[in-house]
């Protein structure tokens, strides 16, 4: 019986590394703007709204040190993605995925931001997915 063997054009090669390196700005630009994020929750906490009846009541100083090391997590996976490592691919999508639901919970704080953010992340996450190597 013959075994179906699959070749990939340098096309398709081609675009899946266009992909990864999308992924991999896209993590970064998000990842630097998370990290501002933090610090601005941390320097000063009048940034951001006062929303006293939300389910998800978070300390923003504490809320903003979480944004801080999320966001410096996803600049260094940005930096394995552009190393085409596979272990970034795996850990991007896990961090793009924690992210998404960080901001979620941050939409009463900064709701048009966190909205821009998770379809940053969503962005991250497909381009991340879609690659086959």
């Known amino acids: 019986m013959a075994t179906a063997t699959h070749h990939r054009s340098r096309g398709s090669e081609a675009a899946a590394g266009g992909l990864v390196t999308f992924a991999a700005v896209l993590l970064f630009v998000a990842g630097i703007l998370d990290l501002f994020r933090g610090i601005m929750a941390i ?3 009048d940034v951001y ?3 006293p009846n939300y389910i998800f ?4 100083t504490s809320w903003g040190w979480i944004q801080l090391v999320l966001g410096v ?3 260094g996976v940005s930096a394995g993605l552009f190393s ?3 272990w970034a691919r795996v850990v991007g999508v896990a961090i793009a995925a924690l992210l998404i639901v960080a901001n979620f919970l941050s939409i009463p704080y900064y709701p048009v931001w966190s909205l821009v953010l998770i379809a940053l992340y969503a962005f991250v996450i497909w381009a991340l997915c879609v690659v086959r190597e």
């Open 49 to 51: 709204v006062s929303t």
């Open 73 to 75: 997590v996803a600049l």
């Open 84 to 86: 085409r490592a596979l």
């Open 43 to 45: 320097a000063d906490d």
């Open 57 to 60: 009541k978070f300390d923003l």
